[in-house]
C-alpha cells in the first residue's frame, strides 16, 4: 500500500492532498495567516464568567469570545496560572519547571466562579477551532505534540496510547521515558513511538522542551490575545502524524514549501529526506495526479460506489445523515441478501473514507440497506471498525439496530471540509441561455490565427476542458497537426478539468497570460 503527499501552493496558502494508493483519502487546505489552529497557545483574558454554564468566556483574539469549560481547566490550573501571573509580571521565572513548586490540584467538582474573574490573564489553549457560530473552544490543560511523545507542562505523569497492545512494549516505553523526563512535565506515548529507541524519544522530548522554552520567553513581553506557542503548519502537522514507512513520495510544487518540508522531515526521519521532490511535470500539480477530479467527484451530495451502489449525504446543523443505495448493482447478485452485503461492504469503506475525507465530526447515522441475517449485519459492524482504524480523530461505532441504521460519533476539532460540486456555468453565469458551445472551438482558433500572423508569438500554451483537448489533439490528421502544417509551429495544449467547457487560457513560454486584443 502507498501513501503520497500532495502539496500545491496557491495565492493564499496551499492545498494538501494525501493519497492511499491513488485514491483521496484527506483534503487540508492551508490558508496564510489562519489563527486559531488546534494546538495554539494563547495569552487570553477572562471577559465574562457564566455560573450557569460552569464556563467562562476568553477574549483570544475572535471576533466572537472563546468558551473554557471549568472541566476544561485541568487538575494542575492554580500551578499553570501561577506560573503565567509569575512570567507576565516579569518576575524572574525560568522556563524549566523543575525547580518549580506546583499548586495543590483545583477541586474537581469545584465552581468556575472560585478560580476565575473578569480581566483575568490566563494561558489558554486551542482545543476546537471555530465552527460556524461558536468560537474557539480552549483547555488550560496544555499539550505541546511532538512525532513521538506529547508535553504536558504541570504534570509528573507518564501515559501511553490505548493502541499499543503489547504489554512488554507499554511498560518499556512507560521505563525509558520515565527515565529521561524532567521532574514537573508529564509525557503521553505516541503510538507511533512503539518499537523506538530512548535515543529517538529523548531526541524528541528535548525538542518538545525548546518549544516549551521559547514559548514561555514569548509570554514575558506577550501582550493580552497574542499567541505564545503555534502549532507548525499544517502539512508538517500532517507528516508528524502520518508518516510512516508506507510513505513513498511527497510532491510540491513550491520552492518554498519544499524547503520547509525537508528541513521538518530532517529534524523527525532524516533518512525519509529523500521522498521529497520538487514537481516538475508541466500540467497543474493536481490535475497531473488526478486529484481535482478526485475532489469534485468526492464532494458532492452523491457519491458513486465502483462496484454500481452510490451513497446520498446529508448534511444538518444537527447531525450527518448517509443512505446506502443499490444503484445498478441489485440484478447482479443472486438474492437480495446477496446484493444488500456487497452494496454495505463497499459503502462501508467509502464511508470511513468520506468521514475522513469531509473531516464530519458529531452524529453520523447511516442507513444500510436491510439485511435479515445477524451475522451479516455484525460483519458490516466488523468491517466500518477496521476500515475507521487509520482514522485519526477519536469515534464511537455502535452495532446496526433492528432498523438497519448505524450510529457513529466522531470528534471534530476543525470545521468540515466542504466544497462546492455544483459548478455555476462559465459563460451564461446561472442565466441558462450561453453562445453555442460549438463555437469555442472557432473562437480558439481565431485566437490561434491572431497570435501566430499578428503578434508572431513563437511559443504559446493552450490551456482548455478535456473534452475540447480531445477535439483538437485526437485522430491521425488531428487538428493541432494542422495548424503545424499551417503555421510551422507546434501549439501545446494542456487539459485541465477545473477549466470550464467554453473557457480556455493562452500562455507565453514563461507561463504568463497572454491577453488576446485581437
Known amino acids: 500500500m502507498s501513501n503520497e503527499l500532495i502539496i500545491n501552493s496557491t495565492q493564499n496558502g496551499c492545498r494538501i492532498a ?29 471577559r465574562k464568567v457564566v455560573q450557569g454554564l460552569n464556563a467562562a468566556f476568553i477574549d483570544i483574539g475572535y471576533e466572537k469570545d472563546a468558551f473554557l469549560h471549568y472541566l476544561d481547566l485541568g487538575p494542575k490550573f492554580s500551578s499553570l496560572h501561577d506560573f503565567t501571573k509569575r512570567a507576565v509580571s516579569k518576575k524572574n521565572t525560568s522556563s524549566k519547571l523543575e ?33 460556524s457560530t461558536k468560537g474557539p473552544r480552549l483547555s488550560c490543560e496544555l499539550s505541546i505534540a511532538g512525532r513521538y511523545l506529547v508535553l504536558v507542562p504541570f504534570s509528573n505523569t507518564v501515559n501511553i496510547s490505548k493502541k499499543i497492545a503489547s504489554s512488554d512494549e507499554r511498560k518499556r516505553l512507560v521505563r525509558l521515558v520515565s527515565s529521561i523526563k524532567p521532574d514537573n512535565y508529564g509525557v503521553i506515548i505516541r503510538t507511533v513511538a512503539q518499537g523506538k529507541d530512548v535515543k529517538e524519544l529523548d531526541t524528541d522530548l528535548r525538542n518538545l522542551l525548546n518549544i516549551w522554552h521559547e514559548g514561555v520567553k514569548t509570554l514575558k513581553t506577550a501582550k493580552p490575545r497574542e499567541k505564545v506557542i503555534g502549532e507548525m503548519s499544517k502539512a508538517s502537522a500532517i507528516l508528524r502524524d502520518v508518516l510512516n514507512e508506507s510513505f513513498d513520495s511527497i510532491y510540491i510544487d513550491d520552492k518554498v514549501i519544499l524547503d520547509e518540508v525537508k528541513s521538518y522531515i530532517k529534524t523527525i526521519a532524516p533518512d525519509k529526506e529523500k521522498i521529497v521532490k520538487p514537481y516538475q511535470g508541466k500540467a497543474k500539480i493536481f490535475e497531473s495526479f488526478g486529484i481535482e477530479r478526485q475532489i469534485k467527484s468526492a464532494f458532492g451530495q452523491s457519491v458513486s460506489l465502483k462496484g454500481g451502489g452510490y451513497l446520498i449525504i446529508e448534511h444538518t446543523e444537527a447531525l450527518h445523515v448517509i443512505d446506502v443505495n443499490s444503484g445498478n448493482k441489485s440484478n447482479r447478485e443472486e438474492d437480495q441478501e446477496a446484493t444488500a452485503l456487497s452494496v454495505n461492504t463497499e459503502a462501508a469503506k467509502e464511508i470511513a473514507r468520506q468521514l475522513r475525507l469531509r473531516d464530519m ?158
Not at 23 to 46: K, R
Not at 437 to 466: C, F, G, W
Request: positive net charge; contains cysteine.
Open 18 to 46: 494525501l493519497l492511499k494508493d491513488k485514491s483521496l483519502v484527506e483534503f487540508h487546505h492551508d490558508e496564510d495567516g489562519n489563527q486559531f489552529n488546534v494546538g495554539d497557545i494563547y495569552l487570553g483574558t477572562v
Open 361 to 518: 465530526g458529531g452524529i453520523i447515522v447511516i442507513d444500510f440497506i436491510d439485511m435479515k441475517r445477524a451475522e451479516n449485519k455484525k460483519l458490516i459492524y466488523k468491517i466500518m471498525k477496521d476500515v475507521m482504524v487509520s482514522d485519526r480523530s477519536k469515534f464511537t461505532i455502535l452495532p446496526l439496530s433492528k432498523f438497519g441504521l448505524m450510529q457513529i460519533t466522531r470528534q471534530r476539532v476543525r470545521p468540515e471540509m466542504n466544497i462546492t460540486t455544483k459548478e455555476l456555468c462559465p459563460t451564461c453565469h446561472g442565466t441558462g441561455k450561453i453562445n453555442a458551445s460549438i463555437l469555442v472551438s472557432d473562437q480558439i482558433e481565431r485566437a490561434i490565427d491572431y497570435l501566430m500572423t499578428k503578434q508572431n508569438d513563437k511559443d504559446i500554451t493552450v490551456v482548455v476542458h478535456p473534452f475540447i483537448y480531445a477535439y483538437f489533439t485526437k485522430g491521425t490528421l488531428s487538428r493541432r497537426l494542422k495548424w503545424f502544417l499551417k503555421y510551422f509551429k507546434w501549439i501545446k495544449m494542456v487539459q485541465d478539468s477545473s477549466v470550464g467547457v467554453t473557457q480556455f487560457q493562452f500562455l507565453n513560454k514563461f507561463g504568463e497570460e497572454i491577453e488576446i486584443n485581437g
Open 99 to 131: 525547580k518549580f513548586s506546583l499548586k495543590p490540584d483545583i477541586d474537581k467538582h469545584g465552581k468556575i466562579s472560585s478560580v476565575l474573574s473578569k480581566n483575568q490573564q490566563i494561558l489558554v489553549q486551542v482545543v476546537k477551532e471555530p465552527i
